[in-house]
Nanobody, 120 residues
């Protein structure tokens, strides 16, 4: 199983970016999907998560600015980021809690990370 994240880049304050993360390989089912971020020199923290039926949850710092969504047919999770601030600068990682077979317990899988830089 692989999670491939994309969509990061350099954006000015107040701008927008959309991150995507597609899971591929032998997948039986995906439970929660999520985005985390790790600013330079800091720990990795949860940004947003979404359940298999589409219920989202957000960190207080991004509420009202970021929107998480998913396409279950494509095994893909998205993060729409609006009104970006310099403090949003970080490496963003996608995460999926998934099962590779009906008889296997679920495990966490991580994408490789994509850098988002918010700067003028």
């Amino acid at each position: 199983v692989q999670l491939q994240a994309s969509g990061g880049g350099l954006v000015q304050p107040g701008g927008s970016l959309r991150l995507s993360c597609a899971a591929s390989g032998t997948i039986f089912s995906i439970n929660n999907m999520a985005w985390y971020r790790q600013p330079p020199g800091k720990r990795r923290d949860l940004v947003a998560s979404i359940t298999s039926d589409g219920s989202p949850n957000y960190a207080d710092s991004v509420k009202g600015r970021f929107t998480i969504s998913r396409d279950n047919a494509k095994n893909t999770v998205y993060l729409q980021m609006n009104s970006l601030k310099p403090e949003d600068t970080a490496v963003y990682y996608c995460n999926a809690d998934l099962r590779v077979a009906s008889w296997r317990a679920s495990n966490d899988y991580w994408g490789q990370g994509t850098l988002v830089t918010v700067s003028s």
